[in-house]
């Protein structure tokens, strides 16, 4: 998960995205379970029946609710690739081809972890298998990042990171849609299912075309001027 950049020039893209990936998240939750949600009005975030305090169960505080077990992931991570793509390319604007395989991973990561963790949390090993299939991809790119900076050839260095990454994320987003789109899923999810597919394929088309257009090779230096010094030059 190679950025080319310094931890504090990515630090508020992560920030940012991963708040609004939680969002996201949170809507897609909320939208998918539409029936579940009273959609009374209430100006304070609590109702009180004689002895007995309610909380967070009239519109918009029972929206805010996360302790109901909220949160779609699937959404979350697309919501995440959606934003740190938009900030790194229209707020910092980075070159495609630094950042493409850094967000997807990092997402990913997050992802694959949300897996684990619910499967631990519910005993489902189902969950758990796929928690840990779905890590193995960055952790993987960990050593392939590894392994390329010991490469002396810049240009095979280039082409072993492009072809690399692109198997490893198509790999992944296999993997993903496996899990999504080989039983029975909300409408949401297949949708968001598709959207990862497009975003993927945008992602790896331009990925490709920027790293090639990053190659700057200089084949012949036509001449070399002097630079005349009339002024005397004192050392100390």
């Not at 684990?116 to 189902?126: C, F």
């Not at 968001?192 to 084949?219: H, M, P, Q, S």
């Amino acid at each position: 998960m190679e950025s080319r950049k310094d931890r504090s020039s990515v630090f508020d893209m992560f920030l940012i995205s991963i708040f609004l990936g939680l969002i996201i998240g949170r809507i897609v939750f909320i939208v998918s379970n539409w029936d579940n949600y009273n959609l009374i009005w209430g100006w304070l975030p609590y109702e009180k029946y004689g002895d007995k305090v309610y909380l967070f169960r009239l519109v918009p505080w029972n929206f805010l609710n996360i302790f109901d077990g909220g949160l779609n992931i699937l959404g979350m991570f697309v919501g995440y690739l959606f934003c740190a793509s938009t900030w790194s390319t229209f707020v910092k604007k980075w070159r495609w081809n630094h950042i493409f395989p850094t967000i997807y991973f990092s997402g990913e990561s997050m992802f694959a972890i949300s897996f684990l963790l619910l499967g631990l949390a519910s005993a489902n090993l189902t969950w758990i298998y796929e928690g840990l299939a779905l890590l193995a991809f960055p952790i993987i790119t960990l050593f392939l990042i590894r392994y390329v900076n010991r490469i002396e050839k810049p240009q095979k260095e280039k082409r072993i990171y492009l072809i690399a990454n692109i198997l490893l994320i198509l790999g992944c987003v296999g993997v993903i849609g496996y899990i999504y789109l080989s039983g029975e899923v909300l409408v949401s999810e297949r949708i968001l299912t598709y959207f990862l597919f497009a975003w993927v394929a945008f992602g790896i088309i331009y990925f490709i075309r920027d790293l090639k257009r990053a190659n700057v090779v200089i084949e012949k230096v036509s001449s070399v001027r002097g630079i005349e010094i009339n002024q005397p030059i004192k050392l100390k």
